[in-house]
Structure formats: C-alpha cells, structure tokens
DNA sequence: ATCAAAATGTACCAATTGTTACAATAAGAA
DNA sequence: TTCTTATTGTAACAATTGGTACATTTTGAT
C-alpha cells in the first residue's frame, strides 16, 4: 500500500492533498519493489515502461560505456521520479543504469496507467511536463558542460555557476572523487589543477569551503581559455 | 488565419485531421508572426512564453557560451514546434538563440492556451510527450558519445552504429571537417587517428565510402579502451 | 584520545590530443 | 581541359590529461 502523504512531496503530485492523490489512484495499476544497497534498478538499454517514484531512499544514475568506465549523472532522492524524461518518445530506453545507493523503495506505474491519471488531473499533467522540461533543460547544461575542453574550463564554469556576484565563497557537498566523476575525468587530474589555480590565487579551499579570489580571470577563463 | 493543413504534418498534431485541429483552436488565442531573412526570432536567457511553431520557412538554434562561441546549429524547418521542451519547468528560458534562415511564418501559442489545448485532445497530449521524450533522448545519446574518451572509440562507435551486421559499408555524408565538429575535436586529430586505424586494416575509405574490414576489433576497442 | 579508513596533495612518466604548417589530392567552376 | 578552391594526409612539437604510486591530512568511529 502507498504512503500517499509521501507523494505529496513528489514534484509529479506536488500541490495535490494526499486524500485527492488516493482518489487518483483508484482503479489504476501499480506496484512498490524494494532494493537492497547496491541493487540494479535498471539497465542502461532497457525498455522504459514505467514510471519510477523513489518512495524511500536514493539512487544513483550513470552512464557506463563500453570499457566499464562510469560517468555520475545524478542522485535521486525520495520522493522522486525518475528516469521521467524516457517515459514516452519513439524510443522509450533507459538512457542510464540505474542502481540503489542504499535501502530503497520504487513504485512502478505502467505507463498507460499513469497518462490516465494525467488526464484525470490537470495538476498532474502541469506537473509532469514541468519535469521532463526541467530534465532537458538539465541535460542541455549538462551537456554544455562536457564540451568545456580543458579541466579549467570545467572548474571555472561550476565555481561561477555555485556563485553569485555578492557571495564569494561556497560549501563543497562532493568529495574530489565525486566531482572528478561529474567532471569525467580523473581524481588526480582534479586535484593537480585545483592545486594549479589556487597557486594562481583564483580561489583558495579551506576544508570545504571555496572562496573566490580573483571572479574577473575565472571569467577570462571561459572567454578565451 | 491559420493553414490547419500545414499543422498536420507538424509532430504535435500528427494523426489528428484538419478539421479536428480547427475545431482544437476553437475560442483559443494565437498569433502568427511573419521574419525577415536573419532576424531575431527568440534570445538565450528569454522566458518562453509561448509554444513556437514553424509553419513556413526555416529557422536556426545556436547556443551560445560565456566565451560567446557557437557551441551548435540546430535547423528547424517547417511545420515542426521549437524549443519545445523548453516550455514548462521552473526556469522556462530558451536556452538557444534563434533567427530565420529566410522568411519565415512563425504561429506562437500561449502556454495556456496550449494546455487548454492538451486537455482537450490526448492525441495532442501523447504527441506532445513524445516530442519532448524524444528531445530528452537525442540529448542523452549526445552525452554517452561525447563520454567516449578517446578517438578512436568515437570512430569505432560511429562506424559500427552506421553498419549493420549484413551490410559492411557506409557512405560519409560529411567532410572529415564536419566529422571532427560532431565528435568535439580537431580535424588533424581525426585524419591521424582515420589513417592509424586503416593502417591496423579495421577499415578502409575509398572516396567517401568506408568498408569495414574487422569488426571485431572495433567492439574490442569499445569494450577494453 | 586513539586508531583505521577515507580523502587529499603531489610527483613521475606515458598516452592522447591540440596546434601549426605544408604538401598532395580531389572536386567544381569557367 | 584548366584553374581555383576545398579537402585530405602527414609531420613536428606543445599542451593536457591519464595512470600509478605514495606520503600526508582529515574524518569518523570506538
């Protein structure tokens, strides 16, 4: 059974009070599996023929080429959809694997099942197109990223884009190793260019809080870099 | 006044006949908007407000960087939505540049008008979805090809994904200078890389016509580096 | 406080790609 | 054909990044 005041907090059903969202349910076909720490979700490739919800738990997604080496996507959070974006279209795969990062609990609902509740809610549509937008929109930063060529570049776009013109200084919430995975590339090729920029005085890292220095040559950086 | 006619080849409102789309934009507010050659139709960072269709004409996407370097040319001829995935999340802002090729005839519907549109016809809502899916996974597939680390992976991951199985050979439709854009590099690098690989007898190009001569190889080189 | 594990800084060398330049070839127009 | 321009092949060197290894520091649990 659902915990439907969860999905309160769930961008799909956000604005919709538990009691409505049970009323949606109604009739409608769904089903909650739970993974243990580690467990494959999905593979890259798949058919994408439900929705995915994270009732509890997060996940990780990543693309994996190949020779076996990953490039972090994201983590999803409960309560989250995912994989959303891959629903519907031509060829509905799986871009990503999908994996559990510990205890977790996904309620599947067929496709067909959920554009019955889209038509049922307005709310519910408005809601869903919002996040497959917010999804390409994302996907395009990501991908605006990745064609940054040097790891200059890539640092420099993400201190300024962590920033804004009053505040200077910003908490780190990833590990070296974790930022070198979004960055696709190796820990201690970060580490080395770090190292580089804060010998230029750019910014300097105090445990794990980066504080900007010198924004104007941060900013030359991507201009001519 | 609209040509419905024109709108039934547009993707969002495929399988839906003329007559019926009339009867969709019944008590609905549109506009058509008429460009000259080289004129501005949409700027990066603009909320998108409306949902753009292309009914005449040809139109060019650019994005563009800090740097203020083009980073892609996307062409959308008519009658087919632009930036369409654009058009809801929590930050609605095109996210490229857009002018007219030529002259162009341009229908902008509002956001809400649009919904009001989707409620009423599930054709209309399922093709929409499968727009902005679609969008999703083109993007996707960009990111797990510029993922590929090396060249030669490039070179193998598009030579096998142009063959089949039965068929050992593919006609380049690009220059080698176009290539290079596509995959990210520069065109010295690919030619090295074309001619070591041909040198190690995994393909030859006569012309512009490539003839894959061990595939096997080429899975191996996606499979360990 | 103490210890083990995780995270970080750094150095060395190999591998890959970029940059620049120029010759050879192919394609297209007059 | 003949000429011009675009495309391709290739070389030498510079710049960047990867791979590996190890010392140091930080973190977190006991």
Redesign the pocket.
């Known amino acids: 059974m659902i915990d439907f005041e969860i999905l309160e907090g769930c961008p799909v059903f956000k604005g919709i009070k538990h009691g409505e969202i049970r009323l949606l349910f109604k009739d409608i076909h769904y089903r909650i599996r739970a993974y243990k720490k580690g467990e494959l979700i999905a593979i890259a490739g798949e058919p994408a023929l439900h929705l995915f919800i994270v009732l509890q738990g997060s996940v990780k997604g990543e693309m994996i080429d190949y020779s076996g ?1 990953s490039l972090k996507i994201e983590d999803i959070e409960a309560p989250r959809p995912l994989a959303s974006a891959f629903l519907f279209g031509t060829d509905n795969r799986f871009p990503v694997t999908v994996s559990a990062n510990n205890e977790v609990s996904i309620l599947l609902i067929p496709v067909q099942e959920f554009l019955k509740i889209m038509q049922r809610n307005a709310r519910v549509l408005t809601n869903f197109l919002n996040n497959i937008s917010s999804r390409s929109q994302f996907l395009s930063q990501k991908l605006q990223f990745l064609n940054f ?6 640092v420099a776009f993400f201190l300024l884009q962590h920033t804004t013109d009053r505040l200077h200084s910003m908490e ?1 919430k ?7 995975e979004m ?14 920029m ?2 230029e005085k750019l910014f300097i ?1 105090e ?2 809080t980066v504080t900007i220095l010198n924004k104007q040559k941060l900013r030359e950086i991507l201009h001519y ?1």
């Open positions: 080496r060529k040097t790891i200059r570049e890539k780190l990833a590990t070296q190793q974790q930022l070198s960055f696709g590339i190796t820990r201690p090729s970060l580490a080395r260019v770090l190292s580089e804060q010998r890292i445990k794990k870099g």
